[in-house]
């Protein structure tokens, strides 16, 4: 079933507390990723994370990404050139994934353990040419919103010039039932959020994506790649 008629994925409760040292679901072949039983990221966004990583390195330098999960947009922003790859993640088991992957990447990485809201306070204001956020929404009030908190914080991260892009699947996957187009969906729900906010940019890519039927949170064969300048 796709689409409206499977109304998409609602996370419900707070589970902000426990996220952190909640166990981490890898299936077998690293192709999905659960925490607290909820579908966090599976590997068929593999090409839309290469487009959001694409967005995000743009303009080379240092760049942030905010949610490390399986790694999938991680890996897409190492084959850049880049000069630093500084990671924040906050559930522990997937932070030993992120040391991991530091150990053998070919970018200098920096870690940093922790929900972004605890520790986005020590990264250099001003530090980062590009940034990449996807989380996931830790609260059921936050569902449609948690990434505009980042993002207004995101302004004071970039370089003048630096860029931005986002996503929060979990939240467009509802929201496509009632905006099925997504320059509707983006104009809507997204941007009267980032006006407020004084980005000198502020514009999207439709992507085309091949979610698998069996996929609980994303339902549509577009979504939205959006890219922010400072
Ligand atoms: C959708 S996955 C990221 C997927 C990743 N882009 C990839 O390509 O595999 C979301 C990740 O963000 C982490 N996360 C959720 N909320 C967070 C927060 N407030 N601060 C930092 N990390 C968070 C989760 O633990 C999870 O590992």
Redesign the pocket.
């Known amino acids: 079933m796709k689409g409206e008629d499977r109304g998409g994925y609602r996370p419900r409760g707070d589970n902000r507390e426990q996220?952190g040292q909640a166990a981490a679901r890898f299936d077998d072949a690293d192709a999905s990723?659960k925490?607290l039983g909820k579908p966090?990221?599976e590997r068929w966004e593999e090409p839309f994370?290469g487009k959001l990583a694409s967005i995000a390195c743009s303009n080379g330098g240092r760049v942030l990404e905010?949610?490390?999960?399986?790694?999938?947009?991680?890996s897409f922003v190492q084959r850049h050139p880049i000069d630093e790859h500084v990671i924040?993640?906050?559930?522990a088991e997937?932070f030993e994934r992120l040391l991991e992957f530091q150990r053998a990447a070919k970018v200098d990485v920096s870690p940093h353990r922790g929900?972004?809201?605890d520790v986005v306070d020590d990264l250099p204001s001003g530090g980062f040419d590009g940034i990449l956020y996807?989380?996931?929404p830790?609260a059921e009030d936050d569902l449609h919103v948690h990434q505009f908190r980042f993002v207004e914080r995101a302004l004071g991260l970039l370089k003048p010039g630096g860029v931005m892009t986002y996503c929060n699947l979990t939240s467009w996957g509802n929201l496509k039932g009632r905006y099925p187009d997504d320059e509707e969906l983006f104009e809507a729900t997204q941007r009267p959020h980032l006006e407020q906010q004084g980005w000198s940019e502020i514009g999207f890519e439709i992507f085309r994506i091949d979610p698998p039927e069996d996929c609980e949170y994303y339902a549509f064969p577009t979504v939205i790649a959006p890219r922010l300048r400072r």
């Open positions: 996220w990723l925490i966090v990221m994370m905010v949610g490390f999960g399986l790694g999938i947009s991680a924040i993640e906050a559930n997937v929900l972004w809201e996807d989380t996931y830790l």
